[in-house]
């Protein structure tokens, strides 16, 4: 009962973002904004689930929310996960988002969960949104604290399309870990 009140809870909260009525006619910085919340909230919702409910109810969770936010129904997400490299750099398809948010699948043996971490906290600044109808692209920083109060911050890019029947959904993740060499 726990996990469906959780699961209910989540999507509930993301649906104003990822399936609310928009109809099409064209993106908002508000609905960009309600989307970038709803994708912290479902993290810190996996992540509390994983502690709570432990990696099946997390699995289960991290399915529905990918399958609602992300666009893999309509082809291949451009997908970068920041802790991935090498020939599984690349996550265009649903199974390999899965995998990173929330491992456990041996087609992916370095994606230990990335939603699994412990999240608690979320933020983001955009330091740019580019908006052109139907397509609308948002780049800047998101801050993730843990149970412990640490806070990991990541430059992301994500870009949205707004479907004809009026779904926002992720087309374009790309996520790093700010670069240090200086």
Known sequence: ????????????????????????????????????QAWGAALIQISKTYQ??????????????IEQAYGYQLG????????ASGEQTFRTTS??????????????????G????????FGYE??????HGDVAMTMGHVHLTNQYGDVTTVDKTWGFKLTDDDQLR???HHSSLPYSGY
């Open 1 to 36: 009962m726990k996990l469906v009140t959780a699961i209910a809870a989540t999507l509930a909260l993301s649906s104003n973002a990822f399936a609310a009525n928009y109809s099409n006619q064209g993106i908002t910085p508000a609905m960009l904004e309600q989307a970038q």
């Open 52 to 65: 709570e409910e432990g990696h099946e109810a997390a699995t289960l969770l991290a399915t529905q929310i």
């Open 76 to 83: 291949d997400v451009l997908f970068k996960p920041t802790l």
């Open 95 to 112: 199974e390999g988002a899965l995998a990173y948010f929330v491992g456990g699948n041996d087609d992916f043996p370095y994606d230990t």
């Open 114 to 121: 990335f939603a699994l971490k412990g999240w608690s906290e």
């Open 126 to 131: 955009n330091a740019a949104i580019f908006i």
């Open 170 to 172: 992720i087309v374009l």
